[in-house]
């Protein structure tokens, strides 16, 4: 019998042996396991990519992603779903992927906006309590111009690794549902993050049922029970800083001066800061306040009256001499007219004083400088109680002292100040002013008794959302900016937002209505009506928004000072805020800060 080998060679025949047959065939089910794996791991990449819209850039760390909320629209199935026994707010974010630990991670580069979305289901009312407590609610609506705004909350994104406290700031979504008291509310906000961490979201609902707007005649609240928002576990927005980008900490130096009081930031662990090369800066807790667009100099207040006499900012004072910044000094002073409450006599004590009120550690811990300064007997102007009008002089050696008050003149005067500031005190636009009133004040005639204006500072909105109704409010206003065209006009007007108001109820005599929502609104409203009527002659000093970026910790404490100020630590924060907006507009000396030039000895 012939052999195998010998037939297959007669016949031509290439046949391998049936073990090496056995092997290729494994070899090849391999080959096309491996192209199927890899063809799904692609066609999953591919999806992944549709579905949330994301192109990374190879090797450049930049995404075009579009995790905004305009571009991850809410399923309407949201607003109409049944939750059943489920009533607890509950936070979802945009583009969160589920790894293979179980975790929700959305990796965005710095600067990126990420939408957040928190749904508030309706109340169920399992008793006759609760259906009774549902129908004093009824009361309450939302404030005139937001119908969708039932619930009020605050939410937080914070990382991880920095403690870096980001406010993320959410609406009503525009939906037929949301006008409804018993429907699902949704509400949603984009947040930019900027800083390297691992960023987890958080927050509380403090009020549902629109009882957050507590305008008069409603009952207020009793009890302030706020409900924690519930967010999935896991649930993280990591952020990365190429090093190519102008938010990485190598980039810092390069931002521009800052020469606005409206910059969006975040705290920062000064020890932080400090690495980055930032020294100089008012420290708040261990933290300070840092821009995300341009960078802030460690003016003193010094510096800062120097400033105002050499480079007269926002001024269309003749009497100025910006090419060798000589100033005007005596009676040609840089000229401030004041307009505020309590928080303004606040940061005029830190101005007057050079910076020395409530300074040091001890001192910060006494009522006067954490809260209430009313009772204080303060020598350099007195600005309460009784005195409404005080015309104060300001040099860098003696600070400020109020050479009148009331009209009657005090045994002081300055030596040639660098700076004047007519401060007249009032309870915003209330009816509290009494015999006082604002609208006397601000007549041109009352003003001719004073140095002609340079610049106008106005404080609006933390007392006007206590104790005012919105719509008599805006009435006030147009009154407001009736008279600000009839005395200053021509003149820049710098509008100071109304206090951050976290965590309390109503208190007080006359019972001040403190809501965060409630002085936020009324803020927006004013400064929309000032940037109407003004144009570029208005600026905003936007003291909440720095209040609202500390960690919820530090916004609870604020809420055991029932008049609504703020530390004078944090007061000294604020101002820095406003000195920078001024004196960087003049390159001279936003270059001698920037390198830490003695504009003393310069000026």
Not at 360 to 377: F, I, L
Not at 509 to 530: H, I, M, S
């Amino acid at each position: 019998m012939a052999s195998q080998e010998s037939i297959d060679r007669a016949g031509g025949s290439s046949r391998v042996p049936v073990r090496l047959r056995r092997k290729r065939r494994v070899l090849l089910w391999m080959i096309v396991l491996v192209l199927v794996t890899t063809a799904w791991s692609a066609a999953s990449s591919l999806q992944y990519l549709c579905e949330s819209g994301t192109q990374e850039t190879a090797g450049s760390g930049e995404y075009a992603a579009d995790y905004s909320c305009a571009g991850t629209r809410v399923d309407p199935a949201v607003l109409t779903h049944d939750y059943g026994n489920r009533t607890q707010p509950f936070a979802l974010v945009a583009g969160a992927h589920i790894t293979e630990e179980g975790s929700r991670v959305l990796r965005v580069v710095a600067g990126q906006p990420v939408c957040v979305r928190v749904v508030v289901p309706p109340t169920q009312a399992a008793d006759g309590f609760e259906r009774e407590a549902a129908l004093v609610t009824e009361k309450h609506q939302p404030l005139a111009g937001h119908p969708g705004l039932w619930d009020s909350m605050m939410v937080d994104a914070v990382g991880a690794a920095t403690g870096i406290s980001v406010s993320v700031a959410v609406a009503p979504v525009a939906h037929a549902h949301m006008a409804e008291r018993r429907a699902v509310h949704v509400y949603e906000g984009d947040v930019r993050l900027f800083d390297a961490d691992s960023f987890e979201i958080g927050g509380v609902v403090e009020f549902r049922d629109a009882q957050w707007n507590y305008e008069p005649p409603t009952a207020v609240p009793t009890q302030y029970e706020p409900e924690e928002i519930q967010v999935a576990a896991g649930t993280l927005i990591h952020v990365s800083v190429p090093l190519s980008s102008r938010y990485h900490p190598r980039s810092y130096h390069a931002l521009p001066a800052c020469t606005r009081a409206d910059e969006p930031g975040r705290w920062m662990a000064a020890s932080a800061a400090k690495a980055r090369g930032v020294f100089g800066l008012p420290e708040y807790g261990g933290r300070v306040w840092l821009p995300y667009m341009c960078r802030l100099h460690g003016y003193t207040y010094n510096e800062f009256l120097r400033c105002l006499d050499g480079g007269r900012p926002l001024s269309n004072s003749s009497s100025s001499n910006n090419n060798n910044n000589n100033g005007g000094g005596g009676a040609n002073a840089y000229t401030i007219h004041w307009f505020g409450d309590t928080s303004t006599r606040r940061a005029l004590k830190k101005i007057t004083s050079l910076g020395e009120w409530c300074a040091s550690k001890n001192a910060q811990q006494q009522q006067r400088c954490a809260c209430d300064d009313s009772g204080e007997v303060f020598a350099r102007f007195t600005g309460q109680n009784s005195v409404r009008d005080a015309l104060i002089e300001l040099n860098d050696e003696d600070g400020g002292w109020s050479v009148r008050e009331n009209g009657k003149p005090r045994r002081r005067a300055l030596f040639a100040p660098l700076a004047r500031i007519y401060y007249h005190r009032w309870e915003g636009l209330t009816v509290y002013n009494g015999a006082a009133d604002w609208r006397r004040a601000l007549a041109p005639d009352a003003l001719r008794g004073y140095p002609q204006a340079d610049l106008v500072i106005v404080a609006l909105g933390t007392l006007d959302a206590a104790l005012t109704p919105f719509l008599e409010y805006t009435q006030q206003l147009d009154d407001l900016v009736a008279l600000l065209k009839a005395s200053y006009a021509g003149r820049h007007i710098i509008v100071r937002a109304p206090q951050h108001a976290c965590c309390r109820l109503p208190a007080g005599k006359p019972l001040r209505r403190v809501q965060k929502d409630r002085n936020r609104l009324y803020g927006e409203y004013a400064a929309r009506l000032f940037a109407l009527h003004f144009g570029s002659l208005v600026h905003f000093w936007d003291v909440a928004r720095i209040a609202e970026a500390l960690p919820a910790s530090v916004r609870r404490e604020s809420a055991m000072c029932a008049v609504s100020n703020v530390p004078a630590a944090l007061v000294e924060v604020e101002n820095h805020v406003l000195v920078n907006s001024l004196c960087n507009l003049d390159p001279f000396y936003a270059n001698a800060a920037r390198t830490g030039t003695n504009m003393l000895e310069l000026a």
